[in-house]
């Protein structure tokens, strides 16, 4: 499956969970991939040792809109062109409380500072990279934005603060790329996993004592290459839950089920 082949995608939050399975899954359709996560993970020179030639390994806190410039400079100058972003990168519940789910931490018990942190991390994130990639792509004509969100439950869920606000705002921001960006040719969508995924975020063993039953990360892989393909040019605005991706479909009919219009 080579669809993707001349396609340079950046991959926030590569080195493990969602991030890692979608950059492999990206390099096996042909995309070039510039993977991204925090400095001092060993697990992005994993990705890059098990992906190979086509994944350029970013350590960058993307928090910081100076590394968002360089982490486009440097897929540019190392792949030429950068074609799509997924904007993955997150913290979740499990940073403030390992039993989120069993034992919800309600608002007031939250400091200011894990407040900010998760806002930081997932909503900030998200602007920072679109940001830093939006003026290139709209150069040429071309481009994808893939804000990864969360379940619209998990968004208002008891104890889910500050996880549910923090994509609530993302959610909300990828509605407002795709009505800003219309008419450039490049387009701003959401992808989410479609319930409790099976990575290191979900930790709460009290509630999810079987783990085959949460997500695998690699049902994201279909939906993400058909929209980072030439298939889906023209597919703005749109929610896509990956859980609902059947692949047995062609992949426009996949899409249609699969997919709502992005946000409320
Ligand atoms: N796991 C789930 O159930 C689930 C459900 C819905 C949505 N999501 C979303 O999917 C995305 C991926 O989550 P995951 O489950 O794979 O979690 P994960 O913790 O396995 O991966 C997240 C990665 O993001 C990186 N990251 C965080 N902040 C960063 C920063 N400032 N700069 C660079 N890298 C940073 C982390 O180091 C980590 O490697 C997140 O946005 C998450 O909110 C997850």
Redesign the pocket.
Known sequence: MTVLHGKTVIV??A?????RAMAAGLARAGANVVG???PG?PELDHAAKEIGAAFLPMP????DARECARIVDAGRARFGAIHALVN?????MQLINPHFASEPTRFWQLTPEQYRNTME??TT?QFLMARAVAPTMIAQQWGRIIN?T?SFGTMVMAGFTPYGPS?AAAEATASIMAKDLAGTGVTANVL??GG??D????TDDRSFPDRTRLVQPAKMVAPLVWLVSDESNGVTGRRFIAQSWDEALPAAAAAAIASGPVAW
């Open positions: 926030t939050g080195a493990r969970g969602l991030g991204v996560d925090l993970q960058a806190n993307i928090t993955n990168a997150g913290v979740g991390n997932n994130t990864i969360t994509k989410i996993p409790p995924a990575t290191r975020m979900v």
